[in-house]
């Protein structure tokens, strides 16, 4: 019974040793097969491209990329038929290809050279009628009083003109004292006479001129006027005004439009003040209507245009609603004020658009007689 194990052992042992065996033999053969598909295969494959018969490079491409995932360089460009060169090392197909180098970012684009932003040219402002003596009257917007806060300008609530509409130190002009009138090219100037302070200043017909004035105080009754931006005129006027838009409208078609109604004192004094140093004394004198002097401050005067040319306009006359007023102005108590021709009576040049209220009668008698106010009332 003893011999069997041995045998067994023994015959263990011999069957172990061939199991060894065939493990060996299967890893060598294992190798050799690796060896051939991996190793020998790509040289070959390298050999076998060159020889490049169209038929057989689309199949290696094929196979190649079935096969191929691990390619390590590059394909380099087909290379010209190498004489069967040595099949390479497996450790050369390992180096890493060198990135390319970074190519230098492209400097930045130069920012052009910003263009020298072309001055503004001031925008023309709207031409005042240079014969007009009140020309101030463009731009009484800018003044506190012009009324578009709501509350009528009282004297109380007028407040001082702000130091900016004060233009910089004009070069002293001096001022007549008041005792020899002055004429600057035919045109009284203003400063040279003592004027008389009016006693009617609420009246419909008050004359204020160069020689007739109302105290510095003075402010009327006042109501927002319609077709205007945020003007203020007597009531007598705004009324008599909505009724002569609304037919001048039906008329021709056009709407009036009011630039100008009710200036404070102080308003006309700082007008005064820059004409003479902007414009000169001589147009000053024949344009500007000095404070205390000025028909706005009664709030019988209205600067007229349209709602389609929204400036008063020495050619306000030859309009089509400049015609309608020139022939029915009157008709709703309205007179040209300052017509041309008159200058020597009224102290100013012709204003095409400075319209005076002084009711439906006076203005009647005035339009057939061509007279001015002054003349109508005579005080000329
Ligand atoms: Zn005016």
Redesign the pocket.
Known sequence: MRKKRKNAKGGNSLSMTMVYGLLFALVVVGMVIYYDSHIIAKGQTEIRTSDSTPATESAVYADITARTTYRLSPTPSPTPALSASPIPSPRSALTPTPFPTPRPSPSPTPSPTPRPTRKATPTPQPASDPTSP?VT?TDPSTTPNSGSSGTPPTTQNVPPTPASAATPTPTPIPTPVPGEPVYINGFLDPRSVTPEIISNPSSITALVNKYHAVTKDYVPSLVPAKSSNGRYIRPEAADAWDLMREACHEDTGKTLYLT?GYRSYATQKASFENAIINKGLERAVSKYAYPGRS??QLGL?L?IATTSYKTISGSFLSTEAGQWMTEHAHEYGFILRYPSGKESITGYAF?A??YRYIGVDAATAMHSSGQTLEEYLGKT
Do not use: K, L, T, V
């Open positions: 009140s009257e100008s028909e706005h005067a600067d204003e658009w400075h």
